[in-house]
């Protein structure tokens, strides 16, 4: 399983993802599901996968191979020609279908082959815009009337986004959100885990630096502490039932 | 869709369902989830019900039928002859297939005609069990290391039980917390919905009484808004990632 957590803000974006992948419960790694590609001063995408882990490392090497400027890969996958970011998630979406069209009907007989994306960024001349692509390669939208996309296991880290995020939040709040929202969810999923990965996009700076929140990072352990005993404070103070 | 709750504690049992109901979005009712059938000082059988509202409605009338003591319904569906909860467990299953088996052929081209079910009570002689019935009529029983069973729309409410719940909370306790569970599914949910039925059962009582929450409760008001209110004062007063 896999937990990818994109938020758009008026301040910019904050995109997260686990970094866990199991082919059943015996067989658990450790990979990345958030890719950078970036032209300094120009434009920033981001691109967070879950699913079938040979489908989305092939659309991402696809995409990351042909934007790097070394005259590799397809010239339809070169994410540096998309004007906006609309263009950019209809790349996506196209290498997705390009792939499973290749690979599905091998992949079928074993596993799923399907797979999802969030893709979130900016391009010079516009603001930062945030979608979410389906398996069909099709994809939607977000706005500030719907502020998050979440794909894999997106239910137990809804309540505390649904709670308390909105399109005002500044970016450290939500990064913070983001944080507790992973926390739910590995708390009661295994098959989503830590080393946290996460971009915090500032609107307009065309920068992007990946930040890794491991298991026993300091702030990740305090914060995770710290919030499971105000939780814990905050129900015992609630009256009980009549 | 649906959201019904049964914690297992030293103290005794929560049971809890919603009450909403949809056949798609445009045809929504309230109903009732949660049966109970009791014999003063003998026994407490509390019924939590979710999937096709048919198949379950089939199965408790029958259930209730046949328990009432006035000759109807047929024998084997008596609860008032199961010597334990791992009996009554068995009875509601094998109700379960006979109506399956009954309506299903016929269901099966308008709609899914399964369902599923929470059995919590306690018979004289035994302490207070609680079991989850699949659809396929087998079942499994809670215990002090898994001490709470969900059934219907399980994951949003589910990281707030995980972080707070164990065999040692008292009744009191563990029946707020499961309305927080049901605030927290509401908010997420559209098609689970108030009013909120529940049973707190204290051990060796044999007596069960349901009470309601209805949306305008002002207990149920006032502890969503103090909960609501705690948790944003909570993660504001985390520190903002590094």
Same sequence: chains 1, 2.
Wanted: proline share 5%; glycine share 8%; charged share 20%.
């Amino acid at each position: 399983m896999t937990y990818c957590l994109g938020i758009l803000l008026h301040e910019g974006l904050v995109l997260a993802s686990d970094s866990r992948s199991n082919a059943g419960i015996d067989q658990v790694a450790k990979v990345n599901k958030l890719e950078v590609i970036s032209q300094p001063g120009e434009r920033v995408i981001v691109i967070l996968s879950a699913g079938n882990l040979a489908t989305t490392q092939a659309v991402v090497t696809s995409l990351r191979e042909a934007s790097s400027g070394q005259g590799l890969g397809l010239p339809e996958d070169d994410l540096r020609t998309a004007h906006t970011l609309f263009d950019a998630a209809t790349t996506v979406g196209a290498a997705l279908r390009r792939v499973v069209e290749r690979d599905g009907q091998f992949v079928k007989a074993f596993a799923d082959p399907s797979a999802s994306f969030i893709v979130g960024g900016q391009i010079k001349g516009e603001a930062p815009r945030l979608f979410e692509i389906y398996s069909a390669g099709n994809f939607i939208e977000a706005s500030a009337r719907s502020s998050f996309i979440q794909i894999g296991e997106t239910k137990y880290g809804k309540p505390i986004l649904d709670r308390a995020l909105g399109p005002d939040t500044d970016l450290a709040e939500a990064a913070k959100l983001a944080l507790l929202s992973f926390d739910a969810t590995i708390r009661s999923n295994l098959s989503v885990g830590p080393p946290i990965d996460m971009v915090r996009y500032r609107a307009d700076s065309f920068e992007a630096t990946v930040t890794t929140f491991e298991e026993q990072d300091p702030y990740f352990r305090l914060m995770r502490q710290a919030y499971a005993e105000g939780l814990s404070a905050l129900v015992n103070s609630l009256p009980a039932p009549p």
